[in-house]
T-cell receptor
């Protein structure tokens, strides 16, 4: 089973709202990732969790706040977003180190 | 300089054709490489992993040349369903570096 699930599939939020994106994997992977993808661009790395610890934060604005409650779950808390934050948010997981990543279906976020 | 560079295309090829994509990477410490395909408005899906010199899976062949720091993907006997964007990815430790993607359209 190489499944990564994400909820919700679609999210529309205002600039003053607070919402969370959720990601889950049951493959025993120890690295999990958040990516942001704009149309016709490759995924852009936001955060990496390795063994439930934040190991990489790619200078993401503080209005995005990641959380890794356990080895299977990854959340992305959103607060006071801007319209330019509208994008597809992808979660991925991989075994440690240099093995392949598996992506979830993404959450398509629209900020109004 | 970008970590991974790909020709964005687009590549428009007839059904049954053979098409090759190339990708170069700048970090000689990169340990493993991947090709993903991404359909419009969908997530990237793993197509092939390349850990040593190459890999073959049916109509798809990936080659790695560490000396020249490039990876290639060959698709033989193209099908309409192969139309997608193909992303080249290099891994260094916990970091994955994506190319910009190559767009392929297979024409009937």
């Amino acid at each position: 089973d190489t499944e990564v699930t994400q909820t919700p599939k679609h999210l529309v939020m205002g600039m003053t709202n607070k919402k969370s994106l959720k990601c889950e994997q049951h493959m025993g992977h120890r690295a999990m990732y958040w990516y942001k993808q704009k149309a016709k661009k490759p995924p852009e790395l936001m955060f990496v969790y390795s063994y439930e610890k934040l190991s990489i934060n790619e200078s993401v604005p503080s209005r995005f706040s990641p959380e890794c409650p356990n080895s299977s779950l990854l959340n992305l808390h959103l607060h006071a977003l801007q319209p330019e934050d509208s994008a597809l948010y992808l979660c991925a997981s991989s075994p440690p180190s240099f093995y392949e990543q598996y992506f979830g279906p993404g959450t398509r976020l629209t900020v109004t | 300089r970008k970590e991974v560079e790909q020709d964005p295309g687009p590549f428009n090829v007839p059904e049954g054709a053979t098409v090759a994509f190339n990708c170069t990477y700048s970090n000689s410490a990169s340990q493993s490489f991947f090709w993903y395909r991404q359909d419009c408005r969908k997530e990237p899906k793993l197509l092939m992993s390349v850990y040593s010199s190459g890999n073959e899976d049916g109509r798809f062949t990936a080659q790695l040349n560490r000396a020249s720091q490039y990876i290639s993907l060959l698709i033989r006997d193209s099908k309409l369903s192969d139309s997608a964007t193909y992303l080249c990815v290099a891994n260094t430790g916990n970091q994955f570096y994506f190319g910009t993607g190559t767009s392929l359209t297979v024409i009937p």
